[in-house]
């Protein structure tokens, strides 16, 4: 079991200057856009549209892909701003996240909460109303998931918190596949799979370096509570899954042979990488290995939508 949680040091908040902190937003609308995690919302947004470039093996219309980019940043957006009003007590304890704008007090909690829950609303509404009621009940579902399974009930008491919990992370492909095609086929999930799999070596290579964030804030991720050697492990053991299932994208999705050369390339590189944190353990390692992982993402899905355009 993690070590308790402790309470949120009255001092710590109220040592800033007023509302604005080193590194944070110093404006209220800054706040609002910061709770919703932009850069987060960015990489999520990276998989769908080449997901519906698949669905419709084509360009879906760009009525449709706005629609649909709209709708799924707004909600992942709310779902954001959820888990900053459910961790702002250890989000005081932890040094990256210390500047958040409900641990300055810069937006109040509940301000914070009704704004999530308006986002979300009216998430569902534009995906309804400009896709269909699947794609807005996956998108609801994913924060749902985010929120109950991750934010309240994993992520203070197991270790397999962002495994599992990441899960939520891989649903816009599901929703990017229902916006073009008000169904779900086998090509989806198996995207939404690949992103399940990437999702803990990309994770735990950042939780390497904030680890002693995660152990004051007692948050058992994975760096935590077990050694360098069996997280590197695991994180092999992941990223030879991932580069497996997005083999497996070429017969089952018809791939063609750019996005072919891309994953066997790509995943050449991410294993060896992946690899070598066997020799050099280092949180600079492991960082650059961070920064990969998203370099991996976002091509393997951009060779995705270019085969599609090719073929």
Not at 134 to 153: E, G, I, K, N, P
Not at 229 to 256: E, K, N, Q
Request: with cysteine.
């Amino acid at each position: 079991m993690p070590p308790k949680v402790r309470p949120v040091v009255p001092s710590r908040l109220t040592a800033r200057s007023g509302h604005e902190s080193s590194g944070g937003p110093r404006s209220v609308l800054g706040g609002y856009i910061a709770l919703t995690k932009p850069r987060i919302i960015e990489l999520l947004l990276i998989t769908t549209v080449p997901t519906m470039v698949v669905a419709d093996n084509g360009w879906p219309g760009t009525w449709l892909v706005i629609v649909t980019l709209v709708g799924g940043s707004l909600a992942a957006g709310g779902a954001n701003a959820i888990n900053m009003w459910i961790d702002r007590d250890i989000d005081a304890l932890m040094e990256r996240t210390k500047n958040r704008p409900l641990v300055t007090g810069l937006i109040a909690p509940r301000s914070a909460l009704v704004f999530a829950l308006t986002l979300e609303a009216v998430a569902f509404g534009v995906l309804w109303a400009g896709a269909n009621l699947l794609a807005a009940c996956l998108a609801l579902s994913a924060t749902l998931f985010y929120v109950f399974v991750y934010s309240l009930w994993l992520k203070r008491i197991s270790r397999q918190n962002i495994v599992i919990g990441g899960a939520a992370g891989a649903v816009p492909v599901l929703v990017g596949w229902a916006a073009v095609t008000g169904s779900l086929a086998w090509t989806p999930w198996l995207l939404f799979l690949l992103i399940f799999l990437w999702t803990p070596p990309h994770f735990w290579a950042l939780a390497i370096r904030h680890e002693d964030d995660y152990r004051a804030a007692g948050v058992p991720m994975l760096p935590v509570v077990e050694t360098r050697a069996r997280v590197v492990r695991s994180m092999i053991g992941y990223t030879v899954a991932l580069v497996t299932c997005s083999l497996v994208v070429v017969p089952v999705a018809g791939a063609g042979w750019v996005y072919a050369v891309a994953a066997v390339v790509l995943g050449a590189a991410f294993v060896v990488g992946t690899i070598a944190l066997v020799r050099n353990e280092s949180t600079a390692a492991a960082m650059r290995l961070f920064s990969f992982s998203i370099s991996y993402i976002s091509l393997l899905f951009v060779a995705l939508t270019v085969d599609v355009f090719l073929g």
